[in-house]
């Protein structure tokens, strides 16, 4: 399983996942490894692409799980962090924001499943809010 192995050995760095409305289900859409971005780049900056491709995600909901690194706030100690991201740009079409809204609380009890931490999930609908939830973790 992606996320499992995105746990234990930070790759992949990015899985993209999205809710399939007809079926009912959420599937894995799109997973990078560390060797697929671009030299330099990293799970965020890759994530802030798709997000603003119109061809990708400018104006449909997913939810990102990515690797991030960091420092500790206190000792200023390296870290990484595994956080998820709903994000529902304001751009999508209705029918799409309340699917994901409604499905928000099951996703994050099936990603605490995998040990990621609810205090690393939030919601998004514009680049600044990822920014200022980044902040945070």
């Not at 799970?43 to 997913?62: D, G, I, R, V, Y």
Request: net charge negative; with cysteine; glycine share 2%.
């Amino acid at each position: 399983d992606a996320l499992d192995a995105m746990r234990l050995s930070s790759d992949p760095c990015l899985v993209i996942i999205i809710l399939d409305i007809k079926a009912c289900t959420a599937k894995i859409e799109k997973s990078y490894k560390k060797a697929d971005l671009p030299a330099g780049s990293n799970a965020l900056e890759e994530f802030k692409k798709l997000a603003h491709n119109e061809s990708e995600f400018q104006n449909a909901p997913c939810v990102s799980v990515f690797c991030y690194d960091t420092e500790n706030k206190l000792s200023g100690a390296a870290k990484q962090v595994i956080g998820a991201c709903k994000w529902v740009p304001d751009t999508a079409p209705g029918r799409s924001k309340m699917v994901y809204t409604s499905a928000w609380n099951s996703i994050k009890q099936e990603l605490t499943k995998t040990h990621i931490s609810t205090s690393n999930m939030f919601e998004a609908s514009d680049w600044d809010d990822v920014d200022d939830k980044i902040q945070k973790l």
